[in-house]
T-cell receptor
Framework: DTEVTQTPKHLVMGMTNKKSLKCEQH?????MYWYKQKAKKPPELMFVYSYEKLSINESVPSRFSPECPNSSLLNLHLHALQPEDSALYLCASSQEPQGIEQPQHFGDGTRLSIL | GQSLEQPSEVTAVEGAIVQINCTYQ??????LSWYQQHDGGAPTFLSY????GLEETGRFSSFLSRSDSYGYLLLQELQMKDSASYFCAVSPYGGATNKLIFGTGTLLAVQP
């Protein structure tokens, strides 16, 4: 088990549905991340939140909408997704770096399938 | 841009030593990290090199040479549970220190 909890573990949705992915950590980390990972590929950064503010958006389509309600929670709202969005969505957290890199702690991910 | 290349697959036997290489083209970065990911699981942080040289953590060691644009992860006394994907990763200069770019990944298969 990891210290970063993601729900649901699996999600199947149609292209017209709206759903949300949730991520929670209680390590006091102030940086949180969303990654997308396709099979046999590395994780690709989507968003970074630092102190509950969006600090990095890697040109992600607007059908993905992140939200950070507080320092422990991170959501990813999904709407009108495409079949190519089917992937493993990973959440991670870390200490907020102070000029040096901090290791990231990952959740087990949500495996998303778009019909 | 940045690119980090790794061998796609490596096979070794239990008890052996294996080296997973990471060669990169990037203008500069804070350090080189290594992550392990079992099939269907979460990536797990293994090691970090901020400076050139060797870092040892139990059975795992990691090496960085910025002058050679090269790093590697060394796994000793291989165990079956080491079968997993391994990724090198960097945080490039010019961006936030918490922006990680992952290498292409290496699938390690440990055989009995």
């Amino acid at each position: 088990d990891t210290e970063v909890t993601q729900t649901p573990k699996h999600l199947v949705m149609g292209m017209t549905n709206k759903k949300s992915l949730k991520c929670e950590q209680h390590m006091g980390h102030r940086a949180m991340y969303w990654y997308k990972q396709k099979a046999k590929k590395p994780p690709e950064l989507m968003f970074v939140y630092s102190y509950e503010k969006l600090s990095i958006n890697e040109s992600v389509p607007s059908r993905f909408s992140p939200e950070c309600p507080n320092s422990s929670l991170l959501n990813l709202h999904l709407h009108a997704l495409q079949p190519e969005d089917s992937a493993l969505y990973l959440c991670a957290s870390s200490q907020e770096p102070q000029g040096i890199e901090q290791p990231q702690h990952f959740g087990d991910g949500t495996r998303l399938s778009i019909l | 841009g940045q690119s980090l290349e790794q061998p796609s697959e490596v096979t070794a036997v239990e008890g052996a030593i294996v080296q997973i290489n990471c060669t990169y083209q990037t203008s500069g970065f804070y350090g080189l990290s290594w992550y392990q990911q079992h099939d269907g699981g979460a990536p797990t942080f293994l090691s970090y090199n901020a400076l050139d040289g060797l870092e040892e953590t139990g059975r795992f060691s990691s090496f960085l040479s910025r002058s050679d644009s090269y790093g590697y992860l060394l796994l000793q006394e291989l165990q079956m549970k080491d079968s997993a994907s391994y990724f090198c990763a960097v945080s490039p200069y010019g961006g936030a220190t918490n922006k990680l770019i992952f290498g292409t990944g290496t699938l390690l298969a440990v055989q009995p």
